[in-house]
């Protein structure tokens, strides 16, 4: 990369799309670019930016919501934003813009396309959200998590922090065998899954054989890791308390991802790029509420690669998973899915979408 690149990257709201914007960040930054992240404030807070070698700055991009007083105030809140973004790419002058997705992205990217500055676009989800459709058309390219490539975009994989390519590197290199006890990993995702911890106990408390024949770690979310524990508690036998271990939140979720054998999860794209990064064989269960039912999507995605199992349900009855861990509980079958998951794994997102962003944007 020309030391002359300098990056705008657009990316705010949940984790899922702050999370692949840092990613490309740094990897800008240890190619000797000039970034420059663009945030909203409700993620001021938002620990990831801590210590980053790169100036975070926030405008005032607002929510797409159904809320009549919102969309009447919307034309004036998204010309402000337009504004803000308008002086932040005047002042900064940069070579490209990329745009994580999601409303925040909105005003910034317009404000790229009247400034006539090459705009690019990363989509996380196998079914492309609103504001990646909208914008597609004036996108210099968009790069794909999943999905089919056509002339407008590319697919190179989710990007992920260099901290966790590097710890997942050791096991997608080596081949996973099945252990005499294996480790599900279950992960709620960012904010917990009420359905998938009361799916955990269900499957606990009906089916303790095969419960004791496994270890659980249980990413149960901030705000119900105590209930489930106090259930864990009272529910259930000494022997498979001891196998269980809950917690809510953790920032390093990749020390569970080194002792997991198995990941039960939410099919957020985040949740998804990082368990085949650890080859990981998955059973998702889609948060049947996300836009556009994009979860399914993305499980379907790596249930035709083999990688995953599916359970596509909104209640909490285990059978199908009892059925699932059954399944991958042999040796064979394990073999095949974490195989198919290691092939899955892109870990080299960040630095083809900016060798594409460079090339294109020709600083
Ligand atoms: C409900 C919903 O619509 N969720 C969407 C949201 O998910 P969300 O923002 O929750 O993000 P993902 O599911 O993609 O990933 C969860 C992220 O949280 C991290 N983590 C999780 C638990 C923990 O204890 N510690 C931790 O750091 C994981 O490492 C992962 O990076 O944006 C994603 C990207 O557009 C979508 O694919 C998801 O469908």
Redesign the pocket.
């Known amino acids: 990369m020309k030391e002359t690149a300098r990056l705008l990257i657009v990316a705010g709201g949940?984790?899922?799309?702050i999370?692949p914007g840092l990613a490309l960040a740094e990897e800008a930054v240890a190619r000797k670019a000039e970034v420059l992240f663009l945030s909203i404030p409700r993620n001021r807070g938002y620990a990831g930016f801590a210590g980053m070698p790169f100036t975070v700055e926030f405008y005032d991009a607002p929510a797409l919501k159904k809320d009549i007083r919102m969309v009447l105030r919307f034309p004036f809140d998204f010309f402000r934003a337009l504004k803000q973004a308008s002086a932040v790419i005047r002042h900064f002058q940069p070579t490209a813009v990329i745009a994580l997705g999601g409303y925040p992205s909105l005003p910034a990217a317009a404000a790229a396309i009247l400034a006539k500055k090459p705009l690019f676009l990363c989509e996380?989800?196998a079914v492309a959200g609103k504001v990646t459709r909208m914008l597609k058309r004036f996108a210099a390219m968009t790069f794909l998590t999943f999905g089919e490539e056509d002339a407008s975009s590319m697919l190179t994989g989710n990007p992920v922090r260099i901290k966790l390519r590097k710890r997942a590197a050791p096991y997608l290199k080596k081949k996973r065998t099945l252990r005499a006890h294996p480790t599900v990993l279950a992960?709620g995702?960012?904010?917990g899954a009420a359905q998938l911890n009361e799916m955990l106990m269900r499957l606990w408390v009906e089916y303790p054989e095969l419960a004791m024949r496994l270890n659980w770690i249980v990413?149960a979310g901030a705000s119900l890791a105590d209930e489930l524990q106090k259930r864990v508690d009272f529910l259930l036998q000494a022997p498979l308390r001891k196998r269980i271990a809950v917690f809510g939140?953790?920032?390093d979720?990749f020390r569970h991802f080194e002792k997991a054998d198995i990941c039960f999860s939410?099919a957020?794209?985040?949740?998804i790029t990082?368990a085949v990064l650890f080859r990981l064989p998955m059973i998702l269960l889609p948060?049947p509420f996300?836009?556009d039912n994009?979860?399914r999507a993305?499980a379907e995605v790596a249930v035709r690669s083999g990688a995953a199992l599916l359970i596509d349900r909104k209640d909490t009855d285990p059978r199908e998973l009892a059925e699932a861990l059954e399944k991958l509980m042999q040796k064979s079958e394990y073999k095949k899915m974490t195989e198919r998951a290691g092939q899955l794994a892109q870990p080299e997102a960040a630095g083809r979408i900016l060798d594409e962003v460079i090339l294109r944007s020709n600083p």
Request: hydrophobic letters at 25%; charged letters at 10%; a negative charge.
């Open positions: 949940t984790g899922g799309h999370s996380q989800n992960l995702g960012s904010q990413q939140f953790d920032a979720i939410r957020g794209a985040g949740n990082e948060y996300a836009a994009h979860q993305n």
